[in-house]
């Protein structure tokens, strides 16, 4: 058994109220980048969106921040589930305010039939992490009721220097306790805010054999796409920051897919896909099940 599960038990137990306000704050670039990558300009986009929508499942809700920002935008009378293989009581004490909300643990690679089918299901930043990203996805699409749409994002494959820098600090990491780990995380944290720090944009011609494409780049972002995750985020603070970073290199499960991958997910669960997004960081997908025929 991988340390995956305890990974995010700690991570989350730890860090209850992790990203949850700037999930749900007005214009803020994490909400702005959980809304763009899925298609929707705007909160006002993403409520439209779900307007028809009766039963919303958040497969995967960690402490239940996503759970949140669909609740105060679906309709009336929509129903709201999230699961989550160790956050449940975590996510659950977050949304205790939600009449909508439904918590409840649950395994993406197990039994899920009694929750029943969803017209939404979104499930992101969590395939990647289940050890059988194919059979977790497939699993959570059979939750689909017919016209139902599932949205997911997983992690994108990287420059091959970025990956072999990634791998080397995971392997180095995944043996130790939280506290130990978060402690070489927050070196990757300062790291990521001295970058930033420079304020400073640099042109770069094409690396090819480095997958580094020609264009300008902020430092800090030079780096985080291409050699090393150093996450840095002002607008949060510094134990969130330690907090993603940790995110990255502590779990021992950690795969990283391709686009025509995904897609290939999608077409073999009978789904069409209707939105797909991809940038540095990952792959962003929904497909639809066909409507049901009389």
């Not at 929707?40 to 996503?66: I, T, W």
């Not at 017209?119 to 194919?134: M, N, R």
């Not at 996805?137 to 970025?162: H, Q, T």
């Not at 209707?274 to 960081?281: K, N, Q």
Request: charged content about 25%; proline content about 4%.
């Amino acid at each position: 058994m991988t340390n995956t599960p305890r990974s995010f038990k700690d991570k989350w137990e730890n860090n209850h109220d992790l990203a949850f306000a700037e999930t749900l704050r007005e214009g803020s670039r994490l909400r702005n980048w959980i809304l763009n990558r899925n298609g929707f300009a705007s909160a006002e986009d993403l409520a439209s969106y779900l307007q028809d929508k009766k039963r919303v499942l958040d497969a995967g809700c960690g402490n239940g921040r996503v759970t949140a920002l669909l609740s105060r935008h679906v309709p009336a009378g929509t129903e709201v589930v999230g699961i989550d293989l160790v956050a449940a009581e975590v996510a659950r004490a977050n949304l205790a305010d939600y009449a909508n909300v439904t918590v409840r643990p649950g395994n993406l690679l197990g039994d899920l039939s009694e929750l029943g089918n969803f017209d939404f299901i979104y499930c992101q930043e969590v395939l990647h992490h289940t050890g059988s990203p194919f059979e977790a996805f497939e699993n959570v699409s059979r939750r689909l009721a017919p016209g139902g749409e599932l949205a997911i994002y997983v992690y994108k494959r990287k420059a091959p220097v970025r990956e072999f820098v990634d791998d080397y600090v995971r392997e180095r990491m995944v043996g130790l306790p939280y506290e130990e780990a978060i402690a070489l995380s927050a070196q990757f944290t300062e790291f990521g805010r001295a970058l930033s720090s420079l304020n400073q944009q640099v042109s770069v011609p094409a690396l090819d054999l480095l997958e580094i494409p020609a264009g300008d780049y902020d430092v800090q972002r030079l780096f985080y796409h291409f050699f090393v995750k150093c996450f840095w985020n002002p607008d949060l603070s510094l134990a969130e920051n330690h907090a993603i970073n940790y995110d990255w290199y502590h779990p021992e499960d950690c795969t990283k897919h391709t686009l025509d991958e995904v897609r290939d997910w999608f077409a073999r669960a009978g789904l069409q896909v209707v939105h797909s997004h991809s940038d540095f960081y990952g792959i962003t997908m929904r497909g639809r099940r066909a409507a049901a025929t009389n």
